[in-house]
T-cell receptor, first 114, second 117 residues
Framework: DAKTTQPPSMDCAEGRAANLPCNHSTISGNEYVYWYRQIHSQGPQYIIH???NNETNEMASLIITEDRKSSTLILPHATLRDTAVYYC???????????????FGSGTQLTVLP | DSGVTQTPKHLITATGQRVTLRCSPRSGDLSVYWYQQSLDQGLQFLIQYYNGEERAKGNILERFSAQQFPDLHSELNLSSLELGDSALYFC????????????????FGPGTRLTVL
């Protein structure tokens, strides 16, 4: 799986947008970008994933650059409950009959400040 | 609530002992994954089972073993425990075999915190 690079920590004011960057310069053409987060010692939680196009769901938006070498996770209106470690993961498509394990890096500790 | 349950929540034991961690996947999920999270190693994949069969192995020690039963629940057995085995152990489940989508992602349980004294 392609390696990802994330800043170790970021702060964001409550109510503002949190923009979390991720570099994945060695990503292959069929590899997806996934984001998970882990709120203090809880189990990781899936947020969003994408291949080429920007994606949006009820939790966040994912912006992937045209060359796919980097991406940004956007939490549009961060709340205190969004304080967590955010993991950017690159992985190949899931083949029929099997799902692949997740390879977690160090992630970004996002702290939302009141 | 992810729908994945893990027991026990906390476990304290001594070096050299053996413990069993249990995981019940979400209803309908065929795949079960085990991950270990320690302070110095981060979240690491241990092993995956799919419909009762071992499917993938990660950094799992020989002292550790797992199995998935016909009712799809899984157990992780840790033996000859060492101080360094103290960690959070997470189980995750997913459906598998269906095209990509949020419903197919891995859903994590609350974890079991193992302390080896």
């Amino acid at each position: 799986d392609a390696k990802t690079t994330q800043p170790p920590s970021m702060d964001c004011a409550e109510g503002r947008a949190a923009n979390l960057p991720c570099n994945h310069s060695t990503i292959s053409g069929n590899e997806y970008v996934y984001w998970y987060r882990q709120i203090h010692s809880q189990g990781p939680q899936y947020i969003i994933h994408g291949l080429k196009n920007n994606e949006t769901n009820e939790m966040a938006s994912l912006i992937i650059t045209e060359d796919r070498k980097s991406s940004t996770l956007i939490l549009p209106h961060a709340t205190l409950r969004d304080t967590a470690v955010y993991y950017c993961i690159v992985r190949p498509p899931i083949s029929s009959g099997s799902a692949r394990q997740l390879t977690f890096g160090s992630g970004t500790q996002l702290t939302v400040l009141p | 609530d992810s729908g994945v349950t893990q027991t026990p929540k906390h476990l304290i034991t001594a070096t050299g002992q053996r413990v069993t961690l249990r995981c019940s996947p979400r209803s309908g999920d065929l795949s079960v994954y085990w991950y270990q999270q320690s302070l110095d190693q981060g979240l690491q994949f241990l092993i995956q089972y799919y419909n009762g069969e071992e499917r993938a192995k990660g950094n799992i020690l020989e002292r550790f073993s797992a199995q998935q039963f016909p009712d799809l629940h899984s157990e992780l057995n840790l033996s000859s425990l060492e101080l360094g085995d103290s960690a959070l152990y997470f189980c995750a489940s997913s459906v598998s075999g269906i095209p990509l989508g949020p419903q197919n992602e891995q859903f994590f349980g609350p974890g079991t915190r193992l302390t080896v004294l």
